[in-house]
């Protein structure tokens, strides 16, 4: 089976950056995702990561370490509306998505 | 406009009754999934088909049944087996279920019960 963490939640201040962890572990990974959900809403896609390295895309990068299991997502200049929850999931060979809990991320003024 | 549209956005279920949440699709994916969401919970797999006529469980799959007999359409059924039923229920495509191929969602259905 595979095992996907994250943090619950996590406050961050208006402009800032904030860094979202994600540690997995699965038998013949095949790519983790990072997608945005607001609240009563559907995820939408932020990201994907199947080499090591860093993917950036605007304000939102996303980083992989598969020998380390172990991904992050990185906001910057946060604004009020990236107030959501941050999914990461994770795809072994050719099955669906298997996704984390979400984290819950509070942007404050 | 391509997306995922998915019908009703609120549905109520009374004791005993079997419902089916819509689910349905013009992008000319291959394949789609069905998601529930609990509050605080990840995302569940319950049903994914990968070609139409041919649908495999996930992990929750028990009190759920579904079709696959048109491309477009990915019908889920709440069966009265059932015993918890009320969630946010997520439909998503994926152009082919090869890995590199991201999952998009529609907007989802919140069922209760009554």
Known sequence: GQNIDQPTEMT??????VQINCTYQTSGFNGLFWYQQHAGEAPTFLSYNVLDGLEEKGRFSSFLSRSKGYSYL???ELQMKDSASYLCAVRSGNTPLVFGKGTRLSVIA | DGGITQSPK??????GQNVTLSCEQN???DAMYWYRQDPGQGLRLIYYSQIVNDFQKGDIAEGY???REKKESFPLTVTSAQKNPTAFYLCASSISAKYQETQYFGPGTRLLVL
Do not use: C, M, W
Not at chain 1, 12 to 17: D, L, Q, R, S, V
Not at chain 2, 10 to 15: A, D, W
């Open chain 2, 65 to 67: 049944s579904v079709s």
């Open chain 2, 10 to 15: 609120y549905l109520f279920r009374k004791e």
């Open chain 1, 74 to 76: 990185l906001l910057k």
């Open chain 1, 12 to 17: 961050a201040t208006e402009g800032a950056i």
């Open chain 2, 27 to 29: 992008l000319n994916h």
